[in-house]
């Protein structure tokens, strides 16, 4: 069995802001949970064989067929009371990502272990408040633009005790069949 996360997948330029932004961090406080983690969305992640695995991204495949790519904006630094600090969307954005966040693990028809309804990009995890604090006091101001194209799926890799990108499934915009029928009168 592997495990897998399903995620927005930023740019390439995203990727790399971020990647910046948590080595500004790790200056000041050292090494941290999720550090080394690149830039992504998580909608959820589950655990199955290689044909549960190949139903679900079917199942991912044909609701994103379905799916226009949409442009989103992170542009503000928050944190949760786990300690958790990151980077927020716009409100537009947010309503944008946790529609699609809400809808993925009903397409996927499987249980999933963890599910994200709150659309964030991570920087740090598990930081105690005095690392928040220098957090928000090395960060002033964020603004980070990308076209959500469409569905990345991830596998963990046991070695690195990271994700590695598995596959992106594109958002191709179609009409859905019922919708298109209803067009026609």
């Known amino acids: 069995m ?27 406080i050292g090494w941290y949970p999720s550090k080394n983690s690149l830039a992504h969305v998580t909608i959820c992640e589950f ?22 790519p949409f442009e989103v904006t992170f542009n503000a630094f928050e944190q949760y009371p786990n300690g958790a600090f ?46 928040i604090k220098i957090a928000y006091r090395l960060f002033d101001a964020v603004n980070l ?9 991830r596998i963990f890799n046991p070695d690195r005790k990271q994700y590695d990108v598995l596959e992106t499934i594109p958002f191709l915009s179609e009409i859905e069949p019922e919708k298109e029928q209803l067009t026609l009168f």
């Open 2 to 28: 592997a495990k897998y996360s399903v995620v927005f997948q930023p740019s390439e330029s995203v990727i790399e802001a971020v990647k910046e932004l948590k080595e500004q961090l790790s200056a000041k």
């Open 47 to 68: 655990e199955y064989d290689l044909t549960t695995y190949e139903n679900i991204k079917s199942r991912i495949a044909n609701y994103c067929r379905y799916q226009i």
């Open 86 to 131: 990151f980077i927020a969307p716009d409100k537009e954005s947010k309503s944008k990502m946790a529609a699609i966040m809400k809808e993925i693990p009903k397409q996927i028809q499987f249980p999933v272990n963890h599910k994200s309804s709150e659309p964030h990009i991570s920087i740090g995890r598990k930081l105690t408040e005095d690392q």
């Open 145 to 153: 633009n990308f076209i959500c194209i469409g569905i990345t799926i």
